[in-house]
């Protein structure tokens, strides 16, 4: 491709609106284009990238046996309200009505298609295992698009789903695309660690997250750097260490003038905040619940959705906790009824806590658990935090920022039980099909892989997602001797099979070598008269700052070489 026909203009500036690398890069480079909020059209080099994921994406499936399908973009919503999932993806959820009235979804995901279309075309074992895959385009109506291609209404996803007879069959499937997203994303030259997650609204149980570790990343990762251990934060659990063991004192009322949050509390009393029972109120489904936390721990809102098995959670507003006739900054579990009462497990962890009193400026001291008050639930609903030990090994956990590109869940039976997914087995039993899913988001994988390589003059594309190998910069083109080898260079080099993006313009060695770098292309090929003197190339790996003079004769041996040696930044 010469750059002087090239659809697409590098820009000097970055765009306002782009807010993280990836977005502001592939912005400048010509890449992408926003159409709308959170929707983006695909310029010829992005096109180029996003077809090599592809691509190596497909040859990984079809390495562990997995069949390409593809299924429709449009839905019943018959479908999703069969599985109830048209609650549990609420307002996230497009729909829209054909010309007869009848309700339709833009598919998300395909859980409910490819269960409807297995129980059509699977009748027996001997007809299992499948693992059957798209790449397809998603639609969700997401609250706050962000990030360019990190968070968008429309995107491009590979979804795999596995069907097996059993729970064995599925954990031997499920270590197999485990080992296949592995070879995916170390061949598009990323770095990723994989991490417990929840299964949020696909549902199922066991369920993990391959993260590509970036300052930008939206998801907090907890690990342990001794064990290994790692999870999302929504996921994450820890030791949330003991209190002192204390003898239960009779309670004593104290008044707490204006004293409305913890740190206050805990300012105002001189006591930790880990010697606080805090009390948040939300609305789970338009009702509202009373949570219970140790002072010096936060609320997981994920782990807390899950306990209440509700579609929509909120913080409750001042007002609904008026009308309950609660007093929000001095609230507290005790005596409290006609609500539901959630407690996480820390109130079990302390004694003697600072508690509020249900009524204005008073707290009450010496609260305890279970003397002084009960819930209807107790668990564990805290967010992980760093500095608190792990749960597998009890060492200390740190944090970091990552950035989701894959997600596997085991799914079990929960949709194939629902919309009547069976088979028969030997004895000719009917039995409901077990089954996984698993995801890639393939703009946010090309979005990752810019995160995790650049450097303050643009992308540096690890070589099998570049869109293209070799960036051929003629300098000094107006000059025919320039401008014949170049050509020349260009037909050999087409020939060999390289891929090649040459840069024909009239353009100062400034403005190309400026492009290159942007344009992110991994190895550039120089041609100028002072190179022609030596009946060299001048080449140079973007990662690299050191340039060196090739004899034309050996440019094709070295390219082979480089390129065969893949990304080593």
Not at 155 to 165: E, H, I, Q, R, V
Not at 277 to 285: C, M, R, T
Request: one cysteine or more; charged letters at 25%.
């Amino acid at each position: 491709m010469r750059l002087s026909n090239l659809f697409g203009k590098t820009l000097r500036e970055t765009p306002s609106e782009a807010e993280n690398i990836s977005h502001q890069l592939l912005l400048r480079a010509g890449m992408i284009s926003q159409v709308a909020a959170g929707v983006y059209s695909y310029l010829p080099l992005g096109w180029r990238a996003l077809k090599k994921v592809e691509n190596i994406i497909r040859e990984e499936m079809d390495r562990i046996g997995a069949q390409e399908l593809l299924m429709p973009v449009l839905q019943p919503l018959e479908l999703w309200q069969g599985t109830g999932r048209d609650l549990s993806f609420g307002k996230s959820l497009f729909t829209l009505k054909d010309r007869r009235e009848r309700r339709l979804v833009l598919g998300p995901t395909h859980e409910e298609v490819i269960t409807q279309l297995v129980r059509q075309n699977v009748q027996s074992h001997r007809d299992l295992p499948l693992l059957l895959y798209q790449i397809q385009t998603k639609f969700r109506d997401e609250p706050r698009p962000r990030g360019g291609l990190m968070r968008v209404r429309e995107f491009t996803m590979k979804d795999l789903y596995s069907l097996d007879a059993d729970e064995e069959g599925l954990d031997k499937t499920y270590k197999s695309v485990i080992g296949a997203y592995q070879n995916i994303f170390a061949r598009s030259g990323l770095s990723t660690v994989m991490v417990e997650a929840d299964s949020g609204a696909i549902g199922g149980k066991d369920s993990h997250e391959f993260m590509v570790i970036a300052p930008s990343g939206e998801d907090e990762v907890i690990y342990c750097s001794s064990c290994k251990y790692a999870a999302n934060a929504e996921k994450a659990q820890d030791l949330k260490g003991r209190m002192n063991e204390e003898e239960p004192l009779p309670i004593e009322e104290v008044e707490t003038p204006r004293i409305k949050t913890i740190d206050e509390l805990s300012g105002f009393l001189n006591i930790p905040k880990s010697k606080t029972l805090k009390a948040v109120f939300y609305s789970a489904d338009e009702e509202l619940v009373f949570v219970a936390i140790r002072g010096d721990l936060e609320v997981n809102e994920t782990k807390l959705r899950n306990a209440l098995r509700c579609h929509e959670l909120r913080l409750a507003s001042e007002e609904e906790v008026m009308r309950a006739g609660l007093f929000a900054g001095s609230a507290s579990p005790l005596g409290i009824t006609g609500i539901k009462r959630v407690a996480d497990d820390s109130i079990t962890t302390g004694s003697n806590l600072v508690a509020g009193a249900n009524k204005p400026d008073t707290h009450l001291k010496n609260v305890n658990y279970p003397r002084d008050f009960d819930v209807d639930l107790v668990l564990d609903i805290a967010l992980a935090q760093a500095g608190q030990g792990c749960p597998k090994c009890g060492e200390r956990l740190l944090s970091t920022q990552g950035i989701e590109v894959g997600h596997v869940f085991k799914l079990g039976t929960i949709f194939s039980e629902t919309l009547g997914a069976s088979y028969l087995d030997r004895d000719g039993k009917k039995r409901p099909i077990v089954m996984g899913c698993y995801g890639i988001g393939v703009g946010r994988l090309l979005a990752a892989a810019i995160e995790q390589n650049h450097d303050e003059k643009g992308i540096i594309w690890p070589i099998p997602i570049a869109p293209y190998n070799i960036y051929l910069c003629a300098l000094s083109i107006e000059s025919e001797e320039v401008a014949s080898a170049s050509e020349r260079l260009y037909e050999e080099l087409q020939e060999g099979g390289f891929e090649v993006l040459f840069d024909d313009r009239v353009e100062s060695a400034g403005v190309k070598f400026n492009d290159a770098d942007l344009l992110g292309i991994p190895i550039r090929l120089t041609m100028s008269p002072r190179t022609l003197k030596s009946q060299a190339v001048e080449l140079k790996l973007r990662w690299k700052n050191q340039a060196e003079l090739v004899p034309l004769e050996e440019v094709s041996d070295r390219l082979e070489k480089n390129i065969r040696g893949g990304f080593t930044a």
